[in-house]
Each structure stands twice: as C-alpha cells, then as structure tokens.
C-alpha cells in the first residue's frame, strides 16, 4: 500500500485455527486487534479488487472475519 507503513501477514502455520488467513499487520496496533482481510489469498484478492483498491477492512475499524 503506497504511503502507509501497513503490511499483509499470510498465516502459513498448518496447525493454526486461521492457517491461509490474509492479516494486516498495523505497527501500531496490538497483534490481537490486527484485522483479517481475508480468509485466503483468493479471498483477501476478490474483496480488494471489488473495492477497487480501497483498504475494506478499516471500514468501521472492526475485526471483519475474525469472529467467524
């Protein structure tokens, strides 16, 4: 993401309940609060290009996927 220090996490750990997950690590923010973008590369892809390259998942800076 062109100016912003944010950065995608690809949950690559097999054993892990959100293994293939698409996380955006938020330097500031706490680990636990950092949002799911998606729940696969896939997934994470589709949403950003249905929102035309706009970060979605700070809409309402809630956690969007982690819940599910």
Known sequence: FLGDSDRLLL???PGSRDYGSVIV?????????WPVAGHSLE?????YLDALGEKFWTRGRRRPLRSE
Do not use: G, H
């Open 43 to 47: 997934d994470f892809l589709t949403r």
């Open 11 to 13: 949950r690559c750990d």
């Open 25 to 33: 690590e938020v330097p500031f923010d706490r680990r636990e609060i």
